[in-house]
């Protein structure tokens, strides 16, 4: 699907793909070889399915940035190349170049295993005039 000159593609479960002039990724899961090297990635939440650290080996790169919550920090100093952390939680504002954005709260209200006191993100991420709302695991 195009917006404007943005490419956004549902790579499966809660992982999308977004390219304008950076690459873009939310949550890989179970993603395929031989796509596109990322210069960010989005993590809402150190569960397996949407912090796999065998994903995101397909897709860094030398200074890739990983955006995420802290307990997916432990996970993610594993990889050969040197990348870029960024430890972020809901309220906060983030700006890298023309990729504007803020950090939501994501839960759930009736599932033990997503609950409101975690520190888990959702993401708003605002570029060429378009705004990409990725909810994380939330009701």
């Not at 002039?21 to 395929?32: C, E, M, R, V, W």
């Not at 200074?63 to 432990?74: F, L």
Request: glycine share 8%.
């Amino acid at each position: 699907m195009k917006i404007g000159e943005i490419e956004l593609k549902w790579l499966g479960h809660s992982g999308f793909f977004i390219k304008n002039s950076k690459t873009i990724y939310i949550d890989p899961y179970n993603i395929k070889e031989g796509l596109e090297k990322a210069d960010l990635i989005f993590i809402t939440h150190s569960h397996y399915d949407h912090c796999s650290i065998a994903d995101l080996q397909k897709i860094v790169k030398e200074g890739t940035k990983i955006i995420m919550p802290a307990d997916c920090q432990s996970k993610i100093t594993r990889f050969k190349v040197p990348i870029q952390i960024e430890v972020v939680e809901p309220g906060r504002e983030f700006s890298f170049g023309e990729i504007k954005g803020a950090v939501f709260p994501a839960y759930n209200i009736d599932k033990s295993f997503h609950p409101k006191d975690e520190q888990w993100n959702g993401y708003l991420i605002k570029m060429n005039d378009v705004i990409i709302y990725h909810a994380g695991d939330t009701d």
